[in-house]
């Protein structure tokens, strides 16, 4: 695989100056267009939050148990992975255009059968097909955006997926509000639907065109992306060279070189694949076990049970416009902070909130043991909105952009699928275990276990996660094969930002 490979080639070079730019615009609605079916992924997450109420609601058409509500809310992120990998392939094998457009059909399908639906098992069916099409989406949206923007909007244009998904959760949270599941069902199978009319109008990226050899295709994208004003024969050239070294010609007279499958497979075995694999595996583990999506998908239940007087339906809305908000703020954060310290911020905050919460939830217990009306019901609801606002500094954020840096360049397709394949696992075993853990150590034992596992998370961030702000990808791989210590020092600037967040 070599998912945004050829892109490596631009991201090298310094920005051009102002002149030698296409226009802006062109870049950012195909960005804009690449990037709407991430919105899925987030109608995907807070469609539970607002559906699982109203299916449980004694007037519902379809009655559900807490069992089958910890399915609904799961089932999407069971077939994600499925879909992280199949994508991985398409988008190598039939470009990335063709493979966005796919990656609408599924999550359409999913929409219409969840709508549709006059049993739970067509609701279950229905979240296993837009969970398809949300793993599917993600990677060749963000590859798209990469290979067609310049340096001086991709940093900012990469940025739009997470911003997407955060767009998506309010969206749902909102419109769920005010409307019934199947209504809102109808409303997101739309989206797929606008996706895949405006992407193709769009053109393929032309580092994919390079790669398969169709030079005069590559012409005709690049100056469409830019202007037909804009000389577009640097940046074809440069492709065209960097795609010349990944593919070298080989060599009749020796005969010792190794097959393409034993160098792919020394280089998967290799220090530097299996370090960042090991840290971004634990990464992600830490960070889903500290309840982030345990927020997302029960919202409104987890407001309903925290016994504030405060609409839960308003409540969640609100968090899911902090989640947009800071979700923008983190983007522009990473340029300036750096990854290290906007984890830290997220590590402790999330444990610190999810703790608090736990130990309020207990007395709340206490409290209706007693009899007694529940007190100061704005502390469970500030924890809530604190955690949110954390979480999303530095959580949502960070792990999703080093998986583009700490890799090598020629195995970053493979093990960026295994890493968002393994998150999204732990996606679906932290949402579907929700309730269990809650029959066994009740909502306030969930809650504290969460944030001490963050707070744990945040030791092994301080001791094993790299600074990779301002280093370019032959520093983080040298520093990954032992050949540098650079991003373990860090610099005096860095290291004085870092002190003053953790004293």
């Not at 296993?128 to 067609?148: C, D, H, I, Q």
């Not at 750096?338 to 905050?349: A, Q």
Request: proline share 5%; net charge positive; glycine share 8%.
């Amino acid at each position: 695989m070599m998912n945004g490979k050829t892109s490596e080639a631009l991201e090298k070079q310094p920005t051009a100056p102002s002149k030698d730019r296409g226009k802006p615009w062109r870049q950012i609605m195909a960005a804009l267009v690449a990037n709407l079916g991430t919105v899925t992924t987030g109608l995907v997450f807070g469609f539970s939050a607002v559906a699982i109420p109203q299916l449980r609601a004694a007037d519902s058409a379809i009655q559900i148990d807490e069992a089958q509500s910890s399915w609904i809310a799961s089932l999407s992120s069971a077939s994600t992975p499925i879909g992280c990998i199949l994508s991985g392939y398409l988008m190598d094998y039939i470009g990335r255009k063709k493979t966005l457009l796919i990656t609408q059909v599924p999550a359409c399908i999913g929409w219409i059968l969840i709508a549709s639906a006059n049993s739970v098992g067509l609701i279950y069916a229905g979240r296993l097909f837009v969970g398809l099409g949300s793993g599917m989406v993600g990677a060749p949206a963000r590859v798209y955006t990469s290979e067609v923007t310049q340096p001086h909007l991709r940093g900012m244009l990469s940025a739009l997926a997470s911003v997407s998904i955060s767009f998506g959760v309010l969206f749902q949270y909102t419109l769920g509000s005010i409307t019934t599941w199947k209504i809102l069902s109808i409303i997101s199978a739309c989206l797929p639907v606008l996706a895949f009319v405006l992407m193709i109008l769009m053109p393929e990226t032309p580092n994919y065109l390079i790669g398969k050899n169709k030079q005069v295709k590559a012409e005709k994208s690049m100056t469409k992306l830019r202007d037909s004003k804009y000389n577009i024969s640097p940046e074809i050239t440069q492709l065209v060279d960097f795609n010349a070294k990944l593919h070298p010609p080989r060599d009749p007279e020796k005969t010792d070189e190794k097959p393409d499958k034993q160098q792919l497979l020394k280089a998967l075995m290799s220090p530097s694949a299996l370090k960042p694999f090991a840290i971004l595996f634990t990464y992600f583990l830490m960070y889903q076990f500290s309840g982030v999506n345990t927020i997302t998908f029960y919202a409104v239940d987890i407001f309903q049970a925290s016994g504030t007087n405060l609409d839960k339906n308003m409540c969640t809305i609100l968090l899911g416009i902090v989640r947009l908000v800071f979700t923008i703020v983190a983007c522009i954060s990473l340029r300036r902070m750096g990854r290290r310290p906007l984890t830290f911020i997220s590590g402790i905050g999330c444990g610190v909130t999810m703790i608090g919460l736990g130990v309020y939830m207990y007395y709340k217990y206490l409290w209706e043991q007693a009899g007694e009306e529940p007190k100061v019901t704005w502390f469970p609801v500030a924890c809530i909105f604190i955690f949110q606002i954390t979480c999303t500094i530095g959580f949502l954020v960070v792990p999703w952009v080093m998986i583009g840096e700490l890799y090598p360049q020629k195995v970053r397709g493979i093990m960026g699928g295994l890493t968002t394949c393994s998150a999204h696992i732990f996606v679906f075993i932290v949402v579907k275990t929700y309730p269990f853990l809650c029959d066994v150590i009740d909502v306030h034992g969930a809650f504290m276990l969460y944030g001490c596992i963050s707070l744990l998370g945040t030791v092994f961030f301080y001791f094993c996660l790299p600074e990779t702000k301002g280093k370019t990808l032959q520093e983080i791989e040298d520093y990954f094969s032992g050949r540098s210590d650079s991003l373990k020092r860090g610099s005096k600037k860095e290291k004085a930002q870092q002190g003053k967040l953790l004293p």
